[in-house]
């Protein structure tokens, strides 16, 4: 508070009115015939460059219509189709009679009948070639990593 030069305390003023409101309400109001106009610019531009694609594409020569195969390799389409019709044919061929070469009589069986013949045959055993000797010890065979490496000696003793 200060005093005027006539005595009397002047209480300070305050501003009877805040802000103008008429400036931003016009601001406000081009902004949103900015954002129209612009929308409208834009889209008519975008239709008028789709317009000009399309009619480019319709221009393009026989050759560039053609399909194409690319060359190999190729990427698959769907490997895990590929993968399942593989596993089907794998186990169709596995779990069925069939001729692997007709003329010479070569014939594919089921795996579980072929597992119970060889449960009933035995395994084919090779003969040994000429000039080897066979191990005399028939309970540990001569497999060279299970004695330390060394061949069975020729003056070995037959364990029981």
């Known amino acids: 508070m200060s005093e005027s030069p006539e ?8 501003e009877a009115t805040d802000v103008r409101i008429r400036p931003f309400v016009l601001l406000a109001i081009g902004l949103i015939i900015a954002g129209v106009l612009g929308t409208v610019v834009l ?5 008028w460059v789709s ?3 399309e009619a480019d594409q319709e221009q393009l020569g026989p050759m560039a219509q053609a399909t194409q195969v690319p060359p ?11 993968l399942q019709a593989m596993l089907a044919a794998n186990n169709q061929r596995l ?4 001729w692997v ?6 014939a594919h069986i089921p795996i579980t009948r072929a ?4 449960m009933q045959r035995g395994l084919p055993v090779r003969a040994t070639p000429a000039g080897i000797e066979q191990s005399p010890d028939l309970v540990n065979n001569d ?3 299970s004695d330390g490496g060394q061949p069975p000696s020729s003056t070995a003793e037959a364990q029981p």
């Open 143 to 145: 497999d060279l990593e």
């Open 72 to 82: 190999g390799p190729r990427l698959q389409v769907s490997p895990r189709g590929d």
């Open 7 to 14: 005595g009397r305390t002047e209480v300070p003023a305050h």
């Open 95 to 98: 779990n069925s009679y069939g």
């Open 115 to 118: 597992m119970d013949l060889i």
């Open 101 to 106: 070469d007709k003329n010479a009589g070569t």
């Open 51 to 53: 317009g000009r694609i």
């Open 43 to 47: 889209f008519s531009l975008y239709l």
